[in-house]
């Protein structure tokens, strides 16, 4: 329901439009994505900076769409609250834990080439009633990961056989593997994740404390099972099995990965 304040500003269901409109920083992100695709695909400047900033502002942008996407769900929930939070505005710079949100899988895809998940959003719980809600909220993140991942395998499908510059597709290629390895991390079942949180509230009450007492930990977690080595090797090899099924080609997300490492020769 749409209404007005005193002053003017309109209302939905309560709080202000300005909630709901993309910041500028988030338009800024998406301004820096296309502009940086567009001098990939010309050619212009430095290219392996080029694809720098088309893999990272296009990471970013992913990353705000993530976490909009628990927000805006939470919100139809139930949790009306955590559009005062700044979330629905797309806006980074609000979320909760911008280190581990921002810098942190920043850092991991430049090094590691990984889309790492980020706890951003703060959810109101008690505001929302029913497990299933609870599940959605955190099943919608993933699901954005998930729809990213075949909208890029589809566009570089279609899109590389009409020809154009191998290092753009080769930029899509890995902004692809990014988005399908950030799909199976958040939808891993570790205690503080996505995979976890969707399965917290379907929990008995033993179990659920348990849960709540790891789930700070969620991030030591997960790279302490990524790091044994059979358990990152099932890992990595779920995701070279699903991103081959796909038709990613290796050799192109791999090129990308040395291309935005511009630093080195």
Not at 11 to 35: D, I, K, N, Q, Y
Request: hydrophobic share 55%; charged share 10%; proline share 8%.
């Amino acid at each position: 329901m749409a209404g007005d304040r005193p002053g003017g500003e309109p209302l939905v269901l309560g709080v202000p439009r300005a909630a709901f409109r993309p910041s500028p920083v988030f338009l800024a992100l998406v301004a820096l994505f296309v502009t940086s695709g567009v001098l990939t695909w010309n050619g212009v400047g430095n290219v392996r900076f080029d694809v720098f900033l088309f893999v990272v502002s296009g990471w970013l942008v992913s990353l705000c769409l993530h976490e909009y996407a628990h927000a805006v769900v939470a919100y139809r929930a139930g949790d009306r609250d955590i559009a005062h939070r700044g979330y629905l505005t797309l806006n980074p710079l609000k979320y909760t834990h911008p280190l581990l949100s921002i810098v942190l899988p920043v850092v991991v895809v430049l090094l590691g080439g990984i889309g790492l998940p980020g706890g951003a959003v703060w959810v109101d719980r008690h505001a929302i009633p029913g497990r299933l809600r609870h599940t959605l909220v955190s099943l919608a993140g993933p699901a954005t990961n998930v729809l990213f991942t075949l909208l890029l395998v589809v566009v570089l499908r279609v899109g590389i056989d009409a020809g154009g510059p191998v290092e753009f597709w080769a930029g899509v290629a890995l902004l692809a593997f990014l988005q399908l390895t950030a799909s199976v991390l958040n939808l891993l079942p570790v205690p503080g994740l996505d995979g976890g949180n969707m399965i917290q509230p379907w929990l008995s009450p033993q179990y659920r404390r348990m849960y709540d007492l790891f789930a700070p930990f969620g991030f030591i977690l997960l790279f302490a099972l990524l790091w044994n080595p059979r358990i990152g090797g099932w890992f990595f090899s779920a995701v070279f099995w699903l991103s081959d099924l796909l038709g990613l080609p290796p050799w192109l997300y791999g090129t990308a990965l040395s291309l935005i490492r511009f630093w080195q020769n």
